[in-house]
């Protein structure tokens, strides 16, 4: 992207950007996609340090303003309690975080049930609630939700979170029409693997097609304003064609579970 790319970007969708889940992977690579193109961070994760340390970095690389909100996404209330305080102008959310029991649904605890809930399915729907209200009055901004290949299909052991992801998706589409005629862009970046500290820990050997976290992240953010869905890699969108529009449901389902069945 060159400069000038870069400047209509920061027009349109700055003077804050709003990463939710940000403090490592693809969320801190979300961040300094957007430091790069000049746009102020609001970033939220869960461990201060970690956040805070990583806020500083790109304060210092990009000369961006960088405010840390250490924060649980699950905590919706709390969420909304520190961001309403900010007096900054918000143009893009990127809602990133994502939680992910890996096991069965019978055997999961109620908690993490909810916590699926409440982080990946509440979180995303109001904070993109609460955000567009300004954007929709200054008649621009832009808003990214991350889907996953995984939310194409059931997929057994992530049952719950496939469904989640697939809410996102199918959240983003409906907002991409909604907010169009308000000058909001509203996009889902439905993802495989990627080389994520969260990804490397659930999975040992690499996936085909797996992509690095700034080239998602960039992927995502050059798509936005154009679809409602952009799908990362060559790999991954020859994999959702097939699994969403070629296989019986059936056929779908057995070959994500002979890749999500191994997952511990
Ligand atoms: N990795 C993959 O292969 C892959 C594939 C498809 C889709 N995706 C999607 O991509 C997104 C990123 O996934 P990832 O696992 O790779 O994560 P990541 O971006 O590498 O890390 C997650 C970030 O979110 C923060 N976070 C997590 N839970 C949070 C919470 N409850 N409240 C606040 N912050 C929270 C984490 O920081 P703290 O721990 O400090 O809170 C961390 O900064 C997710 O939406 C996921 O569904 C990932």
């Keep these: 992207m060159n400069q000038r790319k870069f400047e209509n970007f920061k027009l349109k969708y700055g003077p804050y950007a709003l990463v939710a889940g940000s403090s490592e992977g693809l969320g801190a690579a979300y961040a300094e996609a957007l430091a790069k193109r000049g746009l102020n961070l609001v970033l939220i994760a869960r461990r201060k340090d970690v956040l805070e340390t990583f806020g500083k970095a790109m304060k210092e690389k ?27 102008p918000i143009g893009l959310l990127v809602y990133n975080a994502a939680y992910c029991p890996i096991g069965l649904v019978e055997a999961a605890a109620e908690e993490q049930l909810a916590q699926v809930v409440a982080v990946n399915v509440k979180g995303p729907l109001l ?15 832009g808003i990214v ?5 995984a939310g ?9 979170y496939a469904a989640s992801k ?3 998706a199918i959240l983003a589409e409906g907002l991409w029409q909604e907010l169009k005629p308000h000058g909001v862009d509203v996009i889902a970046c439905i993802a495989g693997a990627i080389l994520t500290p969260g990804y490397q820990q659930a999975q040992q050997a690499k996936a085909p097609g797996t992509l690095t976290a700034a080239k998602v992240a960039e992927t995502a953010l050059n798509a936005l304003g154009k679809y409602p869905i952009v799908i990362p890699g060559g790999v991954n969108k020859a994999a959702r064609f097939l699994l969403s529009r070629l296989l019986p ?14 997952l511990s």
């Design 166 to 168: 697939s809410f996102n």
């Design 152 to 160: 194409t299909q059931g997929s057994p052991k992530l049952a719950s």
């Design 62 to 88: 990009y000369s961006v303003d960088v405010i840390c909100l250490p924060a649980d996404l699950g905590d919706y209330e709390r969420t909304k309690k520190l961001v309403t305080a900010l007096d900054v």
């Design 145 to 149: 939700l991350m889907s996953s290949l």
């Design 249 to 262: 449901r059936k056929t779908a389902i057995t070959i994500m579970s002979q890749s999500t069945g191994s």
């Design 127 to 141: 904070l993109t609630k609460l955000l567009s209200q300004k954007m929709i009055q200054n008649h621009r901004g």
